[in-house]
């Protein structure tokens, strides 16, 4: 039955997933956009990432053969980089729904091709002379398929290169030919059309008239780390359509923006800024901040927020860049946050995590937005910083780099603002700053390449490895593989009582000993649901046959020690929800042997009263030794048993489920004590900020906490007997001696400005004249010990300068050169401080900048103090002379 056009968004993606329903495939859910279990990627960024595990031959528990989903992804790092043209063109984001089939080790190309095409010609009913195919020049099989398959006009199958037709999760691991269907919008969609000496074409990059709207992917091949390819034991179907460009081709638009996923997030913008969506350039600010809302949003749905590095630091880009762009639009308000509402009114239905968490995002947001109203004055002060400092009218690719990578300006704003100021731009010097970051984040991807490829390891036996570590501290295991990494060695054994770091709870260690070889455990992680050992040889050799049974023990010690915190996490999560609010949910955890870490959300810090109030909650449930008990049970049933869900996190079927009492009841896969009594006590060490609206706090149980109480009594033994006093006095005590401690520095500070200040009139009567001025230029080096003093020296001489001066104070700190500049009022204009400034830097390898009564500027070269001030001289002179 053929779909009627126009079609709703909602209509569209419940048809995709209901036509493949139909053949035979489940329908699963989108795992979160954060993927908190795969260290190779900052965001999930196409459909198969939930799925690597199976496509790389690992556990496929649940015997899945066929399924099918609307994936959430982001697409803003690596190769996989999008950001630079979103919001320019009609079809490009950081943030889109990727429709998938997938076939793991079921069906392959036949029903693949003949499938695609029965859904958009025969359900959707898309015309066939708009469809356009394209195979790998090597894949004959999918060439004919698509003769033999669909009644598809041969001439609209084209064969193409590597670059277009042949897909590859990695450097190594599995890979295969693809074949993509193009839609043909017709040369009016093509603002090129007409140029001379062009021609659109499939596959042509900036075409926009010929747009890929679904890629099948067949993974049939494995590339190993010298290059070649060897054939899969199973091969898998893998296919992704753009949720987007496919709605924008149903409901008969122009643009995915002119969608009805779009056009009401660009009509609130316009509203609250006041300025009209336009579809061509002028609308790019309002394509821009719809498009990065909807990225920001599902990742702080989905656990993630803005922060300085890793996945924190490319939100907190494309917030400031969103930001920036309503700035251009007038905005001097948040604004981003405000059309909040109207993603979650489109949205928030097919995916109900963004109404759960609204009222967290919109805080986050607004924060950022709040945050980065005052980084963008200061932004841009430093272009007009850069732009006085510019060499031969042209501004160094490494500030222009700086402007883009910490205050959001994006190349063409700085280049357009230079252009404004007769300047230029390096751009051969911002891209080698840019391909440097690039770089190191590509280096940062190869994380766990080997892990995609056989290639390299021992194999003793197939298979995938079983935790037993829940009854099991210790047992007899047999090798799967192996292999040597760099100065360590990384196990696979068929079953292991070691835990692989998840959840928050870090890996165990311990020892691995065989038949004259033994190793100690450093660290256990799961890559792709394969646990993985990674140890150092303490003695023996390591070759197949001593390595062919081992005998797995724990640290049991420190596994104790996590346990014990690791359960007093969830006291202390369930006694903030007491104190706090429901609204408390868990951002994020880190549990090891001597410490936890326990992130969440909540707007303000902790009171004194709240922490003691929380601690006093816990340490109850600990002293009530209440047991300890998991569960296995299917996930919906534990959730309506009251299990807490964690945000973000990707569940299956089944889940564990852990119960304290009827005090906490959590869903979790890590380890734990029996009892609530076993954990003894715990202690709040700090509470803190981490971003807006999550907040962190940090303790220790057991005997780290009775550690803590030791050092604690001791500390106070020693205050009470230095300051004479009793334990109960010393906090009193010791605020009396700090602000006496306070009031003697600031009268110290005082007696210093009025030194200083009395050397001064010695000072100008140094000056030279000059005819129509007088210049100073002195190098303090010898006569002041650091720099703070030297920035208060230059305070007192800049108040007590008096008419027709200027004056350069030079020193030298730990190799470095400061200058500045100063010019009296009368002699701002006619000899400002700025280039004064800058004669004399040149000559110390420096630059700066600044008012024209004031600049400042550093230098590499202490030894060349002396070329400085008569350069600061000699350009005085100029002007006064």
């Given at each position: 039955?053929?779909?009627?056009?126009?079609?709703?968004?909602?209509?569209?993606?419940?048809?995709?997933?209901?036509?493949?329903?139909?053949?035979?495939?489940?329908?699963?859910?989108?795992?979160?956009?954060?993927?908190?279990?795969?260290?190779?990627?900052?965001?999930?960024?196409?459909?198969?990432?939930?799925?690597?595990?199976?496509?790389?031959?690992?556990?496929?528990?649940?015997?899945?053969?066929?399924?099918?989903?609307?994936?959430?992804?982001?697409?803003?790092?690596?190769k996989?980089?999008?950001?630079?043209?979103?919001?320019?063109?009609?079809?490009?984001?950081?943030?889109?729904?990727?429709?998938?089939?997938?076939?793991?080790?079921?069906?392959?190309?036949?029903?693949?091709?003949?499938?695609?095409?029965?859904?958009?010609?025969?359900?959707?009913?898309?015309?066939?002379?708009?469809?356009?195919?394209?195979?790998?020049?090597?894949?004959?099989?999918?060439?004919?398929?698509?003769?033999?398959?669909?009644?598809?006009?041969?001439?609209?199958?084209?064969?193409?290169?590597?670059?277009?037709?042949?897909?590859?999760?990695?450097?190594?691991?599995?890979?295969?030919?693809?074949?993509?269907i193009?839609y043909?919008?017709?040369?009016?969609?093509?603002?090129?059309?007409?140029?001379?000496?062009?021609?659109?074409?499939?596959?042509?990059?900036?075409?926009?008239?010929?747009?890929?709207?679904?890629?099948?992917?067949?993974?049939?091949?494995?590339?190993?780390?010298?290059?070649?390819l060897?054939?899969?034991?199973?091969?898998?179907?893998?296919?992704g359509?753009?949720?987007?460009?496919i709605?924008?081709?149903?409901?008969?638009?122009?643009s995915?923006?002119?969608?009805?996923?779009?056009?009401?997030?660009?009509?609130?913008?316009?509203?609250?800024t006041?300025?009209?969506?336009?579809?061509?350039?002028?609308?790019?600010?309002?394509?821009?901040?719809?498009?990065?809302?909807?990225?920001?949003?599902?990742?702080?749905?989905?656990?993630?927020?803005?922060s300085?590095?890793?996945?924190?630091?490319?939100?907190?880009?494309?917030?400031?860049?969103?930001?920036?762009?309503?700035?251009?639009?007038?905005?001097?308000?948040?604004?981003?946050?405000?059309?909040?509402?109207?993603?979650?009114?489109?949205?928030?239905?097919?995916?109900?995590?963004?109404?759960?968490?609204?009222?967290h995002?919109?805080?986050?947001?607004?924060?950022?937005?709040?945050?980065?109203?005052?980084?963008?004055?200061?932004?841009?002060?430093?272009?007009?910083?850069?732009?006085?400092?510019?060499?031969?009218?042209?501004?160094?690719?490494?500030?222009?780099?700086?402007?883009?990578?910490?205050y959001?300006?994006?190349?063409?704003?700085?280049?357009?603002?230079?252009?404004e100021?007769?300047?230029?731009?390096?751009?051969?010097?911002?891209?080698?700053?840019?391909?440097?970051?690039?770089?190191?984040?590509?280096?940062?991807?190869?994380f766990?390449?080997?892990?995609?490829?056989?290639?390299?390891?021992?194999?003793?036996?197939?298979?995938?490895?079983?935790?037993?570590?829940?009854?099991?501290?210790?047992?007899?295991?047999?090798?799967?593989?192996?292999?040597?990494h760099?100065?360590?060695?990384?196990?696979?054994?068929?079953?292991?009582?070691?835990?692989?770091?998840?959840?928050?709870?870090?890996?165990?260690?311990?020892?691995?000993?065989?038949?004259?070889?033994?190793?100690?455990?450093?660290?256990?992680?799961?890559?792709?649901?394969?646990?993985?050992?990674?140890?150092?040889?303490?003695?023996?050799?390591?070759?197949?046959?001593?390595?062919?049974?081992?005998?797995?023990?724990?640290?049991?010690?420190?596994?104790?020690?996590?346990?014990?915190?690791?359960?007093?996490?969830?006291?202390?999560?369930a006694?903030?929800?007491?104190?706090?609010?429901?609204?408390?949910?868990?951002?994020?955890?880190?549990?090891?042997?001597?410490?936890?870490?326990?992130?969440?959300?909540?707007?303000?810090?902790?009171?004194?009263?709240?922490?003691?109030?929380?601690?006093?909650?816990?340490?109850?449930?600990?002293?009530?030794?209440?047991?300890?008990?998991?569960?296995?049970?299917?996930?919906?049933e534990?959730?309506?048993?009251?299990a807490?869900?964690?945000?973000?996190?990707?569940?299956?079927?089944?889940?564990?489920?852990?119960?304290?009492?009827?005090?906490?009841?959590?869903?979790?896969?890590?380890?734990?004590?029996?009892?609530?009594?076993?954990?003894?006590l715990?202690?709040?060490?700090?509470?803190?900020?981490?971003?807006?609206?999550?907040?962190?706090?940090?303790?220790?149980?057991?005997?780290?906490?009775f550690?803590?109480?030791?050092?604690?009594?001791?500390?106070?033994?020693?205050?009470?007997q230095?300051?004479?006093?009793?334990?109960s006095?010393?906090?009193?005590?010791?605020?009396?001696?700090?602000?006496?401690?306070?009031?003697?520095?600031?009268?110290?500070?005082?007696?210093?400005?009025?030194?200083?200040?009395?050397?001064?009139?010695?000072?100008?009567?140094?000056?030279?004249?000059?005819?129509?001025?007088?210049?100073?230029?002195?190098?303090?080096?010898?006569?002041?010990?650091?720099?703070?003093?030297?920035?208060?020296?230059?305070?007192?001489?800049?108040?007590?300068?008096?008419?027709?001066?200027v004056?350069?104070?030079?020193?030298?700190?730990?190799?470095?050169?400061?200058?500045?500049?100063?010019?009296?009022?009368?002699?701002?204009?006619?000899?400002?401080?700025?280039?004064?400034?800058?004669a004399?830097?040149?000559?110390v390898?420096?630059?700066?900048?600044?008012?024209?009564?004031?600049?400042?500027?550093?230098?590499?070269?202490?030894?060349?103090?002396?070329?400085?001030?008569?350069?600061?001289?000699?350009?005085?002179?100029?002007?006064?002379?």
């Amino acid at each position: 039955m053929k779909l009627q056009k126009p079609v709703t968004s909602q209509v569209l993606r419940q048809s995709f997933i209901e036509f493949f329903e139909s053949k035979g495939h489940r329908f699963v859910p989108s795992s979160p956009v954060v993927p908190h279990d795969d260290p190779t990627l900052l965001f999930a960024n196409a459909g198969m990432n939930q799925f690597k595990a199976i496509l790389l031959g690992g556990d496929n528990p649940t015997g899945l053969k066929r399924a099918a989903n609307s994936q959430k992804c982001i697409r803003v790092s690596g190769k996989h980089n999008d950001l630079d043209v979103v919001g320019r063109d009609s079809y490009h984001h950081t943030f889109f729904e990727m429709l998938g089939n997938w076939s793991f080790g079921d069906y392959f190309k036949k029903e693949a091709i003949r499938w695609s095409w029965e859904l958009l010609t025969e359900v959707w009913g898309l015309e066939k002379s708009r469809l356009w195919a394209t195979v790998y020049e090597e894949d004959d099989e999918a060439l004919e398929l698509w003769k033999t398959e669909t009644d598809i006009d041969h001439s609209r199958i084209l064969k193409s290169g590597k670059k277009d037709n042949f897909w590859e999760m990695g450097e190594v691991g599995p890979c295969g030919p693809c074949s993509e269907i193009h839609y043909d919008f017709g040369p009016e969609s093509d603002p090129r059309t007409g140029e001379p000496g062009y021609e659109a074409a499939v596959n042509l990059d900036g075409c926009e008239r010929y747009i890929e709207i679904w890629n099948n992917v067949f993974m049939q091949y494995e590339r190993l780390e010298d290059g070649s390819l060897r054939e899969l034991p199973a091969q898998h179907v893998d296919t992704g359509m753009g949720f987007e460009r496919i709605l924008r081709v149903m409901q008969g638009v122009r643009s995915n923006y002119d969608t009805d996923v779009f056009q009401p997030l660009l009509a609130r913008i316009a509203e609250l800024t006041g300025v009209p969506y336009d579809a061509g350039e002028k609308g790019t600010p309002h394509r821009v901040i719809a498009d990065h809302l909807r990225s920001l949003s599902f990742s702080i749905a989905d656990g993630a927020t803005p922060s300085n590095e890793g996945r924190g630091y490319v939100l907190r880009r494309l917030l400031r860049r969103a930001a920036r762009f309503a700035r251009e639009l007038g905005a001097r308000k948040p604004v981003i946050c405000e059309v909040l509402p109207t993603l979650v009114e489109i949205m928030g239905e097919a995916f109900p995590e963004l109404k759960a968490r609204q009222a967290h995002i919109a805080t986050v947001i607004r924060s950022e937005e709040e945050r980065f109203g005052r980084t963008l004055d200061q932004g841009l002060d430093r272009f007009r910083k850069a732009a006085q400092a510019a060499v031969e009218g042209v501004i160094s690719g490494e500030e222009v780099f700086k402007l883009y990578d910490t205050y959001g300006f994006p190349v063409d704003l700085t280049e357009q603002m230079a252009l404004e100021k007769g300047l230029s731009i390096d751009q051969a010097g911002y891209e080698k700053a840019m391909e440097e970051q690039r770089e190191r984040a590509r280096s940062g991807g190869k994380f766990t390449s080997i892990f995609n490829s056989l290639d390299g390891w021992t194999i003793l036996h197939d298979g995938n490895p079983t935790f037993i570590g829940y009854t099991d501290s210790s047992a007899s295991v047999r090798t799967l593989r192996f292999r040597e990494h760099e100065d360590d060695f990384w196990i696979v054994t068929d079953r292991t009582p070691f835990y692989a770091e998840s959840g928050g709870q870090i890996g165990d260690t311990g020892i691995l000993a065989g038949e004259g070889v033994r190793f100690r455990v450093l660290d256990t992680q799961k890559v792709n649901d394969v646990i993985v050992h990674r140890a150092t040889l303490l003695e023996g050799s390591v070759a197949e046959a001593s390595m062919a049974t081992l005998v797995a023990t724990v640290d049991a010690e420190s596994r104790e020690a996590t346990r014990r915190n690791h359960s007093g996490v969830h006291l202390l999560h369930a006694a903030l929800r007491q104190v706090l609010g429901d609204h408390v949910q868990q951002q994020g955890s880190w549990v090891g042997p001597d410490a936890f870490r326990f992130d969440f959300v909540h707007t303000s810090a902790l009171t004194e009263s709240e922490i003691q109030q929380v601690e006093d909650i816990v340490n109850r449930q600990i002293r009530l030794d209440l047991a300890i008990r998991t569960e296995i049970l299917p996930v919906d049933e534990a959730k309506k048993a009251g299990a807490m869900a964690l945000f973000g996190e990707k569940y299956g079927d089944t889940v564990r489920v852990l119960s304290m009492g009827e005090f906490s009841k959590e869903l979790c896969g890590g380890l734990h004590a029996t009892s609530t009594g076993q954990i003894a006590l715990l202690r709040i060490l700090r509470e803190s900020s981490i971003s807006a609206g999550v907040r962190r706090i940090e303790g220790v149980t057991g005997v780290g906490a009775f550690e803590l109480l030791r050092r604690q009594a001791t500390v106070a033994t020693r205050l009470s007997q230095t300051l004479k006093c009793d334990d109960s006095e010393v906090g009193q005590k010791v605020s009396d001696l700090g602000a006496k401690l306070r009031a003697a520095e600031k009268e110290i500070e005082s007696l210093k400005v009025a030194a200083l200040a009395s050397r001064v009139p010695s000072m100008l009567a140094q000056a030279v004249d000059l005819g129509r001025g007088k210049a100073l230029a002195i190098d303090l080096t010898r006569e002041v010990p650091d720099s703070a003093t030297f920035s208060r020296l230059v305070d007192a001489l800049e108040s007590g300068l008096g008419s027709g001066t200027v004056a350069l104070l030079a020193a030298g700190f730990d190799g470095k050169v400061t200058l500045v500049a100063l010019a009296s009022q009368d002699l701002a204009k006619t000899c400002p401080a700025g280039p004064l400034v800058q004669a004399a830097a040149a000559m110390v390898e420096g630059k700066g900048g600044g008012k024209p009564n004031r600049a400042q500027a550093g230098g590499k070269d202490a030894s060349r103090i002396p070329q400085a001030l008569e350069a600061f001289l000699a350009a005085a002179r100029t002007k006064l002379g």
